[in-house]
């Protein structure tokens, strides 16, 4: 399966400040995704990023607040955009194989 | 949208012992997957198993698909079992892959 490296692992960042999140994968994919996992909670899908167009932006995700850039069929970013504490959660990117999705390690994001 | 359930949402196990996770979806779906949050958030592929039976050492799963349920069972329980489980489940290829509320295991020493 597709090895997904992600960074930052974790990051302790100031309300109103903005912060990006790589994901590389270790083979090409047409599409990649972003989820969100609050405290406590269970993964919700934030948007599907494809190559050389727009992401799209599940219910009550907006382009703004969660800006995506997919340069290539290996890479993506996802940036969280002035934020507040209640942006604090892990942010995980995914891709779908032939055998299901697989997980990047995760970022450990904390909004203080 | 689809939804998916998933039952108990908690779990303390003394080690050793067995125990049977449930997850039920309300359509049919072409993946279903089980997957292990550990204690550091890392996100672990345990089964891709739209239907049928698989199994991995301690651990095991069946889908019903007809019935819109699947299992897992995991044997001898150890403390690194404990974290959360999840079921998440796909309609087609490429749509929105939704996940369960998961199941909270702790396994005690």
């Known amino acids: 399966s597709a090895v997904i490296s992600q960074k930052p692992s974790r990051d302790i960042c100031q309300r109103g400040t903005s912060l990006t999140i790589q994901c590389q994968v270790d083979s090409q994919v047409t599409m990649m995704f972003w989820y969100r996992q609050q405290p406590g909670q269970s993964l919700t899908l934030i948007a599907t990023?494809?190559?050389?167009?727009?992401?799209?932006?599940e219910s009550g995700f907006v382009i703004d607040k969660f800006p995506i850039s997919r340069p290539n069929l290996t890479f993506s970013t996802l940036t969280v955009s002035n934020m507040s504490p209640e942006d604090s959660s892990i942010y995980l990117c995914s891709v779908e194989e032939r055998v299901g999705y697989t997980f990047g390690s995760g970022t450990r994001l904390t909004v203080v | 949208g689809i939804q998916v359930e998933q039952s108990p949402p908690d779990l303390i196990l003394q080690e050793g012992a067995n125990s049977t996770l449930r997850c039920n979806f309300s359509d049919s779906v072409n993946n279903l997957q089980w997957f292990h949050q550990n204690p550091w958030g890392q996100l672990i592929n345990l089964f891709y198993i739209p239907s049928g039976t698989k199994q991995n050492g301690r651990l095991s799963a069946t889908t019903v698909a007809t019935e819109r349920y699947s299992l897992l069972y995991i044997s001898s329980s150890q403390t690194t079992d404990s974290g959360v489980y999840f079921c998440?489940?796909?309609?087609?290829?490429?749509?929105?892959?939704?996940f369960g509320p998961g199941t909270r295991l702790s396994v005690l020493p």
């Open positions: 998440a489940v796909e309609r087609n290829y490429g749509q929105n892959f939704v």
């Open positions: 990023a494809n190559q050389g167009s727009e992401a799209t932006y």
